[in-house]
């Protein structure tokens, strides 16, 4: 078993350095010195304490971006709909902060995350719906719902919400309002909700009934049916699930990283949720591990913007080759459940 | 048997089948078949579902490789590999499935088959040609209108001049008119006559007597993978051909009968004028009344794809109820959802296991579990009580006398082991309605007999079955009633003893409609 572990860990690892191989071409072409701007990205990332934690906080809206697509994928249903979720479990939360700031942290905080999680939940639950009922395929209603939800929250802070100063963005939470952060850096309470979370889903799916009835539904949808698992409720019940986790990463992203809501705050937290869900296979372990190789690439991805001159844009390339190796080893993904 | 039609002198065949075998892995679905096809015949191929037909004919058209024997085709043997082969050699198939594309004109469909099409095609070239094709076989059709505008009727047509367009002298027509209203049968016919009139020559494949009898010259009729007998048409009666279709040398084993058993209770299942609209290839249907009483197997009979399968689906509730009632222990339940159903107590056996019943990627243990994932659970659903499961599937097991390992997930099994394991899986905790489709199928003698004697065991416990077969010698052997379907209704109903095997085959062949209203 451990030689099996060994040996996946060694074909990724080969894998990844396959696509820095091919992205380091592309420094090279755009004229920067491939090596020293990996050098950049390691040292800033993983080299100092300070690092460190700000590829932890990348990470940590990953972890339940790539849950909400997890989740849903165990069922074979495709839910490309985390950032529209996302968007609207931060739209509710901001409500929450905005109205009950005054009150104490141990309150409010759990009404935002309760807020935070019925705003996606209420946003996955309309392609559940249409879904269960046979009207229309989940992953064209959820794509499509992404468009509207950061319409929703402009709407919103343009309207009611910005404060006295500026247009697009709300007055800054009250503190009570925050999520408490950890070891005096930016990484925030959410992270735990994540891995606990991920533990969850886990243990869920392992040993409970629940995890059998979807294991079996996504294992095949028609005989899980005629043996009398009530495949509809299934299925909007774990939309609505996954809409809540991706909400719960927009309620950590306003009260936690910015204390603010900003109109399009997200730059595609769900989209890359997708990515990583789909990379690890849908496996806890695998999101925690994809998790963190990809805000790696993010975070340094910033800094090499900074200290090399490079559009931002060179890091979606480095992500896609990454995906690219990925997908011509199918070998790998042959056991695994497309996401 | 009965034979005739050689004697006289006769043109060359087009094609002769000389000793064909084909074998699958477990059944001989053609054995030492010989058969000529003359131009200028519409020669019909009828036998029961599993007879073998349509393996002959995929055979001929290349898409199956033979075993043994030879086709002989205008005198010389050739070896036909593919279908592509066959197309060359001027045979062309309709499949049962139309295999036209939905988005494209009917000339645009018919363009792609033809063999070397140039590069831009004339399709105005193709249309008149297909026009005047159309007129002189009454096969009139707009060349320019998109298949999915079409009826299947007209869908038929298309595939026909397809095929006229190719130059096809042998036309295989697998079942075509069972996706036709009766008029356009007579149309069909028609048209066939004036395609044999032309020196073409034509298989049909058919279960229905009153086709064969009305428009095919010759007749072969196949029984379990062999010819049973070959007829003309100035020979044929349906007596004769229903005799030749069914005609087992029945041994009936004796099962005991339990006529009436327990008509005094309440019904365990009544269907009260139920309906149900059909959805893609389903059969809708119409105004079913069934009472199955505790104590009693009742025997479906019918040719597969008349509505057998959905009746079973009717009863699970799987396929909703559009009109009528249906009570389960004297309870409504016309709405109930199929977990409440099975929960009731109904065990279900479909007829393919594989898609229908088996999640593959689970295991054995995990499949038996998933009817009764409530029973199993443990603290509301957190855990689940595998060892439970374990010493319950274990005693399915040795109550059938099956073997097949726990631990290996389904798809690992064979077919033979997965249909076991259904039948251990529906037939434990004492079901109280059985619904069991195909239930033998794929399983040796021995398995068979386990799972026949379940039924009767669960019968004689109280339990009321619903036994849905082809297999006549096993509906007479162990239901205790008949029903027959056809065309989704129950169109005779019998105690098995008072039932007639050639009257059960004219019902189930549609050659004699007696609507039996049941008292």
Redesign the interface.
């Known amino acids: 078993m451990w030689t099996a572990i060994l040996r996946t860990a060694l074909r990724y690892a080969a894998m990844a350095m396959l696509a820095f191989l091919l992205f380091g071409f592309i420094l090279l072409i755009s004229g920067k010195d491939p090596i020293q701007s990996y050098r950049d990205i390691f040292v800033s990332t993983l080299g100092s304490a300070y690092g460190f934690s700000e590829v932890i906080v990348a990470m940590t809206p990953l972890l339940l971006t790539a849950l909400a697509v997890a989740l849903p994928s165990r069922l074979g249903l495709i839910n490309v709909g985390g950032e529209g979720q996302l968007y609207m479990g931060a739209c509710l939360a901001t409500w929450a902060a905005l109205t009950f700031g005054a009150l104490p942290p141990w309150l409010v905080l759990p009404i935002m995350v309760v807020l935070g999680m019925l705003g996606g939940a209420v946003w996955a639950w309309i392609p559940g719906q249409l879904r269960a009922r046979g009207i229309v395929n989940e992953t064209i209603t959820t794509l499509l719902l992404n468009a509207v939800a950061p319409m929703i929250v402009s709407f919103f802070i343009f309207g009611y919400w910005h404060s006295p100063m500026d247009t697009n963005k709300t007055s800054i939470f009250s503190s009570s309002a925050r999520l408490p952060t950890l070891f005096h850096t930016r990484v925030d309470l959410s992270l735990f909700l994540g891995l606990a979370l991920l533990g969850l889903f886990w243990f869920i799916m392992r ?4 995890g ?2 979807m ?2 539904i996504g ?2 949808p ?9 495949t509809r409720g299934y299925v909007v019940v774990v939309m609505c699930l996954a809409g809540a986790v991706a909400g719960l990463a927009g309620m950590a992203q306003v009260s936690g990283y910015y204390g603010v809501l900003l109109a399009n705050f997200s730059r595609g937290l769900g989209y890359m949720g997708f990515l990583i869900s789909w990379l690890a296979g849908g496996s806890p372990l695998g999101i925690v591990v994809t998790s963190f190789v990809v805000a790696i690439i993010l975070t340094g991805g910033n800094l090499l913007q900074l200290t090399r001159d490079l559009p931002y844009s060179m890091i979606n390339i480095l992500l896609a080759m990454t995906l690219f190796v990925v997908l011509a080893r199918p070998s790998l993904s042959r056991r695994r459940k497309a996401t | 048997m009965i034979r005739g039609g050689e004697a006289r002198a006769n043109p060359r065949p087009v094609l002769s089948v000389r000793n064909l075998s084909k074998r699958f892995p477990g059944v001989l679905a053609n054995d030492s078949i010989d058969i000529d096809i003359r131009p200028g015949e519409v020669h019909a191929l009828l036998g029961e579902n599993g007879a073998g037909k349509s393996t002959l004919v995929k055979c001929i058209y290349g898409f199956y490789q033979r075993d043994a024997g030879e086709l002989i085709l205008d005198g010389k043997p050739v070896d036909i590999r593919s279908p592509h082969d066959a197309r060359a050699r001027g045979i062309g198939m309709v499949f049962q499935n139309l295999t036209l594309v939905p988005a494209l004109s009917v000339v645009e469909n018919i363009a792609l088959f033809l063999p070397g099409l140039p590069a831009v095609p004339d399709l105005r070239l193709i249309a008149r040609e297909l026009e005047s094709l159309g007129e002189r076989y009454s096969l009139t059709l707009d060349p320019w209108a998109l298949v999915q505008d079409l009826s299947i009727g007209q869908q038929q047509k298309a595939e026909l001049l397809k095929l006229l367009l190719a130059h096809c002298r042998l036309l295989i027509l697998d079942e075509p008119t069972r996706v036709l209203a009766p008029h356009e049968i007579q149309g069909l016919f028609q048209v066939l006559q004036r395609l044999v009139a032309d020196g073409l020559a034509v298989i049909l494949i058919t279960h229905k007597l009153n086709e064969v009898l009305e428009c095919a010259d010759r007749i072969t009729v196949l029984r379990q993978g062999r010819v049973a007998g070959q007829v003309s048409r100035a020979e044929a009666t349906e007596d004769g051909l229903v005799r030749l279709m069914f005609d087992k040398g029945l041994a009936i084993p004796s099962a005991r009968r339990r006529v009436g058993a327990g008509r005094t209770e309440q019904p365990i299942l009544e269907l009260r004028q139920a309906c149900t609209r059909a959805e893609g290839s389903q059969t809708s249907l119409e105004q079913i009344n069934l009472a199955i009483y505790p104590g009693e197997i009742i025997g479906v009979a019918g040719v597969s794809g008349n509505g057998q399968r959905e009746l079973g689906e009717l009863i699970l509730g799987s396929v909703p109820c559009t009109q009528g009632t249906k009570h389960l222990f004297g309870r409504e339940v016309t709405r109930q959802s199929i977990g409440g159903v099975r929960r009731a107590g109904v065990g279900y056996v479909p007829e393919n296991p594989m898609a229908m019943a088996v999640i593959p990627y689970l295991t054995v243990l995990e499949n038996m579990a998933i009817t009764r994932t409530s029973r199993y659970a443990r603290w509301g659903g957190l855990a689940m009580d595998w060892r439970m499961a374990e010493r319950e599937t274990e005693q399915a097991r040795q109550g059938l006398g099956y073997r097949f390992a726990s631990f290996l997930p389904a798809r690992s099994l064979s077919g033979g082991n997965l249909q076991r394991m259904v039948i251990a899986r529906e037939l434990s905790h004492d079901p109280r309605l059985i619904i069991a489709s195909y239930p033998t199928r794929g399983l040796d003698v021995q398995s068979t007999q386990a799972a026949r004697q379940a039924l009767l065991q669960a019968r004689d416990q109280g339990a009321g079955v619903l036994l849905i077969s082809e297999d006549l010698e096993e509906l007479f052997a162990y239901s205790d009633r008949l029903v027959v379907m056809r065309a989704g209704r129950i169109v005779g109903e019998y105690p098995t003893d008072e039932a007639d095997l050639y009257q059960v085959g004219h019902l189930m062949t549609g050659s004699q409609t007696a609507y039996v209203e049941r008292t």
């Not at chain 1, 040993?207 to 629940?210: A, G, L, N, S």
């Not at chain 1, 028609?222 to 009530?230: D, E």
Request: hydrophobic fraction near 35%.
């Open positions: 040993y409970t009934r629940w059998l009835e294991r079996a294992g095949n028609q005989a899980a049916r005629l043996n009398g698992i009530p």
